[in-house]
């Protein structure tokens, strides 16, 4: 009776076994199975500061929930502040050497162009007066010349007692009058001839202003660069006194908070690490000898070694088009013919329909439907 009651447990044990190993063999024909699974989060960002700084101020800790827009931590703006003051002062300088030198360069103008006028008039009304009086002049000597042989003739005549000596007066004194009105007309010559020397004085600082207008030109252009240069330089310290505050970019959770205020940091250094919990998938390593009939949109099974007991359902999202080896630092050599096969992975992205309890980082295991 023993051995008939024996007999029949090892059968039913063998059964049993028969049956799970038969479930197991379908079940891993049926579904790609795996445990190089983790959970991540979509969103995982590591905060830092645009500018460097001695932060003043780290205003959350690990493990709180944070809003966009919370401030999160802050560097002393004091140096910033410093800058700009510095750059608004040469700012305030520079227009008031500005504004002298356009009132200095609009003076000039007006100056000139009342010296071009006067001078331009003066030169050719000197000049047209010049040349009447040489004129005048050489009229005047050519009858003076003509008076003076008469006077010899009525010199003569007079000695002959052939004219009155009343006649040869009167030619007498018109040969002085002329000889002094010739006197008269080359002073006046002279004169003419100084005031167009001061004309062409005139032009010439005329021409003298100019440049120094041209200059005042190029120098304000230069001071115009500068104060534009000036107002970008302000803008920058105005940006990196809006860098001095680091806020939440998104709704989450702070899940590392680097070191504690004060502490002076450099651009880009880690402060905070951010994740939304509310943003999570599953991530596979997929051996390529199990991805046959695993394509997008696959019902998936996953379980997550901290929930024991509880199975959460998802779906295929997208398979990698290459390994994840393909991007290694270092890429395997096969140039001298020795090849070793190996068992190549892919990422396969899963969605999954609920995420209660779950965490980024956690270990994970899938089965994947087969088509």
């Known amino acids: ?36 699974a983790f959970i991540k989060s979509d969103k995982l960002s590591m905060l830092s500061f645009k500018v460097g700084g001695k932060v003043a101020e780290m205003a959350v800790s690990e493990n709180r929930p944070v809003k966009k827009g919370d401030l999160l931590a802050r560097i002393d703006p004091v ?50 007066q010049i040349e009447a009086t040489r004129f005048n002049i050489a009229a005047v000597k050519t ?70 207008i041209a200059e005042l030109a190029k120098g304000l252009k230069a001071m115009e660069q500068n104060a534009k240069a000036l107002d970008a330089a302000i803008v920058q310290i105005d940006q990196k006194i ?10 989450g959770v702070i899940a590392k908070k680097f070191f504690d205020a004060p502490k002076v940091v450099s651009k880009g250094s880690p402060v905070y690490a951010l994740s939304d919990p509310e943003v999570l998938y599953c991530e596979v390593l997929l051996s390529e000898k199990k991805l046959h009939g695993v394509k997008p949109g696959n019902r998936v099974k996953v379980t997550v070694d901290a929930l024991e007991g509880k199975a959460f359902e998802g779906r295929v999202a997208s398979i990698a088009p290459t390994s994840a080896s393909t991007f290694s630092l270092v890429p395997r050599d096969i ?21 209660e309890g779950l965490r980024a980082g956690m270990g994970a295991t899938v089965a994947i439907e087969r088509e």
């Open 143 to 212: 009858k003076l010349a003509k008076l003076r042989r008469d006077k010899k003739r009525f010199a003569k005549m007079l000695k002959n007692r052939l004219i009155a000596k009343s006649d040869y007066e009167n030619i007498q004194s018109e040969t002085d009058a002329l000889a002094k009105q010739i006197d008269a007309m080359e002073q006046n010559l002279l004169a003419l001839q100084v005031q167009q020397r001061k004309a062409e004085l005139a032009a010439k600082i005329a021409r003298v202003n100019e440049k120094q």
């Open 242 to 251: 809006g860098y001095t505050t680091l806020t939440a970019p998104y709704d």
């Open 335 to 355: 140039a001298s013919g020795e090849f070793t096969k190996l068992d190549q992975r892919f990422e396969v992205r899963i969605t999954l329909k609920s995420i």
């Open 79 to 128: 140096d910033f502040e410093n800058a700009k003051t510095k750059l608004l002062h040469k700012k305030a300088a520079l227009a008031e050497k500005i504004e002298a030198t356009k009132l200095k360069k609009r003076r000039l103008e007006e100056t000139l162009k009342l010296q071009s006028e006067i001078s331009d008039t003066g030169i050719e009304s000197v000049q047209k």
């Open 1 to 36: 009776m023993s051995k008939r009651t024996g007999s029949i447990i090892l059968v039913v044990l063998i059964v049993l076994m028969l049956g799970w190993a038969f479930r197991y063999v379908s079940y891993r024909s049926n579904n790609a199975v795996s445990d190089a």
